[in-house]
């Protein structure tokens, strides 16, 4: 072990995660199989590599050796999944250590990687209630009507979508581009007066094969576009939203690690 | 003594990667599977050419080194990193090395070098009759992906369809001959030219029925409209123009693209054939070497 810690301290993380993977090969003893796995995961965590991180910090075995170990391979397990983008392992593993470590002074340790998981599924009613039940209790000293204030509503695909289909461009309106929905309808209006005025001059083919069909294009291609529009509008929304309660959330965990270290 | 006790430490310290003192050679063989089966690749290929650089290794254990990293390159289909590691197995007339012989065979032809195939394999003879038919029926198959039909003939004299493992595909491969000889291939000029008569009738020729259509309802829609143009406005109305300015790219196209689609559909077949050869040239070797 220590060796492979050596390895860590001078950045060699090959070198490292094959000295962590050696001892986990060899050791019998349970926890010391559980320093080297956590170890090997922060190896990973080092360069990026977050899924493998979560991966193999998941594969020790959390129900052995002091709850301090314990303790660190579920935060390491939340946090690299948190940070891979598998926001439901990482609540599932938050939620661990505060149901099953209850009683130890962890508990609340890993509260803030929940919301912040669920923030990034969208889920900030939940996390406000969850907030607003164990707010007293988790020390982070927040008040949740004042960290969520008003929750951000997001637009809806299908019905940006449907509105589309009644009157192209509304839907892009609707997701909040004006000018891409006024070019959009007026393409479409164009397409379809092109078509209808040569119908009327009997140039059936023409007003079929180019007015019908550049229509038809306009129209189906701003359906799927109004779709991308309302997640590009969605996904804006999102990031101002959580950035600016992730920021709280994280200035309060700093502000309680402080007070803790006092 | 004390002296030389110092010297082997600081040697051993010394040694890049080790760091600490040797574990033994099966131990970190041992290692390096157990990290494969961990889903770790690439800290096992990197456990194994560690041991591929450690001094004193003995032969056996050098063409162990080089057997795994062959497979480890097989395993993940880099069969040309496979072929070279395989080449490395030195001691012959061992099972490893039987392995590596055909594996190595099979990575070349996979790679499109069949000649230096069949060349390698004509200078090992094997003891057992079976690897020395199998020897045979490698390379009349790679004789086949070389197209070289007379030596496919040659070789096939060897064939006894005796073997298990590897009958049935020797039965295959006349069918791969014959397919390969009867092809008679489609012609680029003949469906250029059908699609200058009838738009779309060259990729029809080629054997893509949808491409034909869709071609054919493309330059229709434009020579359709041109016409209507024409009809109704006369030859200087910019209806007629712009739609047979259009439809005449299009009837080009059409021409050029059916030529293409001729010369690609022969690429296909033969792309067809040859992956049912290599597959049939690799599976006796999944279930003799498992």
């Known amino acids: ?262 | 003594m004390r002296c030389w006790i110092a010297w082997l430490l600081a040697w051993g310290c010394a040694l890049p990667g080790f760091g600490q003192a040797f574990e033994s050679f099966s131990e970190e063989y041992n290692f390096y599977t157990y990290l494969l089966r961990e889903d770790y690749p690439g800290e096992a290929f990197t456990v194994l050419e560690k041991l591929s650089l450690r001094p004193g290794l003995t032969v056996g254990q050098r063409d162990t080194v080089q057997y795994a990293m062959g497979r480890f390159h097989y395993e993940r289909q880099e069969l040309l990193l496979a072929a070279e590691a395989f080449g490395e197995v030195s001691s012959t007339n061992t099972e490893l090395w039987t392995e590596a012989v055909f594996f190595r065979a099979f990575g070349l032809a996979y790679s499109g070098q069949p000649n230096i195939a069949i060349q390698e394999l004509d200078q090992v003879t094997f003891k057992d009759p079976q690897y020395q038919e199998l020897k045979v029926y490698q390379q009349a198959g790679m004789a086949l992906l070389a197209r070289d039909f007379a030596a496919y003939e040659q070789y096939k004299q060897g064939f006894t369809g005796t073997y298990f493992a590897f009958a049935e595909e020797e039965k295959n491969s006349q069918q791969w001959a014959d397919d390969l000889q009867n092809f008679p291939g489609k012609r680029p000029w003949l469906a250029g030219t059908l699609s200058a008569i009838v738009p779309g009738l060259g990729r029809v020729y080629a054997n893509k029925w949808g491409q034909g259509l869709a071609t054919f309802m493309q330059v229709g829609v434009f020579g359709a409209q041109a016409w209507e143009g024409y009809r109704k406005d006369g030859l200087v109305s910019w209806r007629f123009i712009t739609f047979a300015a259009v439809g005449s790219i299009f009837y080009i196209s059409n021409v050029v693209g059916s030529v293409f689609a001729a010369q690609q559909r022969n690429q296909e077949f033969y792309e067809a054939v040859d992956y049912r050869l290599k597959l049939d040239l690799h599976m006796p070797l999944r279930t003799l070497f498992r």
């Not at chain 1, 979560?54 to 020790?60: D, G, P, S």
């Not at chain 1, 690299?80 to 130890?104: D, P």
């Open chain 1, 1 to 262: 072990m220590e060796y492979a810690d050596s390895l860590v301290a001078k950045a060699d993380w090959l070198g490292a995660r094959l000295a962590y993977e050696r001892v986990v090969y060899q050791t019998q003893d349970p926890t010391e199989r559980n320093w080297a796995l956590l170890g090997k995961a922060r190896t990973f965590k080092a360069v990026n590599r977050y899924a493998e991180a979560q991966r193999t910090v998941e594969r020790a075995n959390a129900f052995v050796g002091p709850d301090s170990l314990r303790y660190l391979l579920k935060y390491e397990a939340a946090l690299t999944a948190y940070l891979a983008g598998n926001y439901q392992a990482a609540r599932t593993h938050a939620q661990q250590v505060r149901f099953l470590m209850a009683t130890t002074p962890y508990r609340w340790q890993t509260f803030h990687l929940e919301l912040l998981a669920l923030h990034a599924e969208q889920r900030w009613a939940e996390a406000k209630a969850l907030l607003n039940e164990f707010g007293g209790e988790c020390g982070l000293g927040l008040d949740a009507e004042a960290l969520y204030g008003e929750l951000p509503k997001l637009k809806n695909q299908d019905t940006a979508e449907w509105l589309h289909l009644f009157m192209p461009g509304s839907g892009q309106t609707y997701a909040g581009y004006f000018w891409q929905g006024a070019t959009s309808a007026t393409i479409n209006l164009a397409a379809i007066t092109f078509a209808l005025y040569h119908f009327w001059q009997g140039y059936y083919l023409l007003g079929a094969f180019t007015g019908a069909a550049l229509f038809y294009a306009f129209y189906s291609g701003g359906y799927r576009h109004t779709g991308t529009l309302v997640q590009q509008r969605n996904a804006k929304i999102t990031e101002e939203y959580n950035q600016q309660v992730n920021a709280q959330l994280l200035d309060a965990v700093a502000e309680k690690q402080k007070n803790l270290l006092r």
